[in-house]
């Protein structure tokens, strides 16, 4: 009983976290907008409150599900932000700073309780501390020089009190009334927007009209009434600072149920606030509307009128979510099942065969056949749609490598400029969360080692501004993705000088290689030459993680140097794991798959033609080189005579580097769904997982980056054997 | 296919198992709750069992996928049911002779640190249940000794001994 309890509270907080890390991203989202729209100089104060709102509730969230640090956090930062949001405090730099920074600690606090499945996981992080003390400091400092953004010309503009019906101004939120202020001081066209209802609809057609609005000006609140007499029908007023044309605005609202009345913002001297509201045209007593608004205010419908209540009204007024949220190992799960229906299918092909040689009941064969082919296609759809759910654009990387970019520029005081295209290219949930550390890895080091200081730059004829570029798309069954810098290039000298110092090649090697061999070093373990570590790139851990962890995912990455023009990183990925095209070879009677995308070519040798190039078999394919590998020798295999006559290569190709797999003959292609082998097999290095070919038999999946590795390492071995005798 | 699918499933209680249980023992089946039971199987003629709660199914041996490079006492990879499971040779893991494949025991399927295992032993036998006292640990034992990843014994009738298999730390230490 006990565990099946704990078992509820386990996905009550995986549910928590979810929502937690969702909310997370958005702040992301939403500070990297208003980041853009500091420089811009043009700050929309609706994604202040956005924040704000995000805060909120992240807060009460937290609040709920015991996670102390986080409530604390997100406590102070709303603190923050609706001073923000009030104009109170000016959104600096340095506060956007902080706050990105409180995103960031939110996102390792989440992940840390979601690694130990405990919410008390991140409680005592000194982080924590630390952020919470600058909050303060940053509060402190901002009551000192109170409010450095109050209204300039607060004796000229008419007061918001005098503008609306007190009824309908004693209802609105603090926040609400300083936008409305905000609005009045910079002589803002104000307007009351009139509309209706249905009850039903209401979300969307709130939408709807909001939509509208928005690129027009500012919607500053709305207030809902229950018109009387029709029940199913909810009269809202809003009020509306117009910032564009009024013909604008009359356009889009054109066609809807809607009356438009201009709240008149007539410049009063200060002393009319003392006078009574007969001056101000909207609050008129004869004013039908404005009495109305009075009445409707007041018997208002609470949940849709409680001013204090701003966060979750907002959140119950937006419209209904079309999206579900699936752990995808549930998607895992459902792509088993389908490839086991895959097998029935088959078996089922097996019998109706079967149906007709033994029963000679062609006539029955024909139509199970029929019918087992429609079973056949529609699995073929499932199967499509089950890979489509797991598909997610790009864009979620994006929003976290930006928020990186921004603190290393800022840190490293190198202005940079990110463009990315192709955001929107597809792939693999799993990928995607594999691929956002080592994207992160080469784009740091872009920024770090590859664009140079604004004086270097200057000197070397380029704009002050680096520019990284991000490119992704999609290609065949892969999707590229591609990082540029445009930076001074990777220093080839340099990396001869280390490669050899730490004895990865010899000074011998080092003469004959190319220079994009060289640059390929980076990827070699110990090759980080940065002469000091810094907090941005790290130390020791280089190339050579990045590198191993998209080979885990069954990725390559390549690199381009430029000297002094820029370095470029080509990252090829599968577009899913879940499941591959591969080549079914066979090995001594027993059947291996090679994914295709490792695979190059396949073709059949003639014994005379191998040859040996330093103790090693090769063949000459495309008038070059191409090391062999005896599977069955390398596996181990034991078959003494039983040789096949004649065998195939398959030309295995990892990133530029080629290896010919001698296996016995070539059975076919076939898609196949990897899986993992268990934890009893995780010292097996050269099989990247198992696959099921029907009939309950098993195929081990060959990683043959794992291989083209292993027999380098051999054919290393036996070049460095060689080199001293020349 | 039906053949394949456990002869009982986690549930101890499963009407399946108490038809393999001793004929005394099914009449007080009801007795038995309390009791611990033992999943009993051959090998080289000699009677093992092990913590009945550890086995999940009992399924006759699939087709076996050899891994190379792997150490000689894991036979392969099996698929049951759509799950990938390594298989084990119990034979080697207590030091007797290997199997030789293919062959006619049965796969007993074991969960270690929240992996699926199958153990290949030459047959299953049936389920013991006996009472705590009767359980020789090293200290009470009269004759000879526990060897490695030998728990207890029991001696279920005249000349019959059934060792019990320390699975949790022969698993954990040869995998």
Redesign the interface.
Known sequence: MAKKKNKKDAKALNEFLAEAQEIAESLGKNLMLLDNAIKEGDLDPELVNEVFRGMHTLKSLSGTFGVDPLSRIAHYEENLLDQLRLGRIELTPSVLDLLFESVDLVTRILSQVSDVGDNQAADGLPEVEKLLEKLHRLGEKQSENASPTGPPSEAAAPQPELLLESEVFEVLTEYEEHRLRTNIDRGVALYKIHTKFGLESIDEDLDKIKSKLKPLGEIITYLPSAEEGEPDRLEIQIIFALQKNPLDLEEAVDGMDVELERIEAKRQPRSVMSDPPEHIPSADPEDPLAEEIARHTKSAPAALAEPEAEGSRALSLRSVSQTVRVDIRKLDTLMNVVGELAVICSAIARVSEDIRTVLGRRDLTLELHRINRGFERRLAELREGILEVRMVPLTQMLDRLNRMIRKISRDLEKEVNFIVSGAETEVDKLIIEEMSNPMMHIIRNAIDHGIESPQERRAANKPDVGTVALTAYQKGNHVMIEIEDDGKGIDVERIIEVATRRELISEEQARTMTDQEITELIFLPGMSTATETTEISGRGVGMDVVKTHIGTIGGVVEVQSDPGIGTKFMITLPVTLAIIPALLVSIADRVYAVPINTVAEALYIQPENVHQVMGTEAITFRGKTLFLCRLDEFFGFSRGDDKPEDSCVVVASYGHRRLGLVVDGIIGQQDVVIKPLGKSLSRVEVFSGVTDIGDQRLALVLDTARIIEQSQVAKDRVERRVAPVE | MPKDISLYDQHPENKELSKRSVPGDAANAAADAGRPGFLCFTLEGDEYGVDLHVVQEIVKP??L??????PPH?LG???I??????L?DLRQLMGLPPTAWPRTGRVLIVE??????GMLVDAVTLVRRVDEEELETGTSLDTGELTDYMLCLFRPGEDQVVVVVDLDTM?SEK?
């Open positions: 699939p087709a996928t050899w891994v190379p490079t792997t894991i990879v099996v698929s049911r759509g799950a990938v499971i390594t084990v270690n640190e929240g992996e699926r295992i698993l995998l």
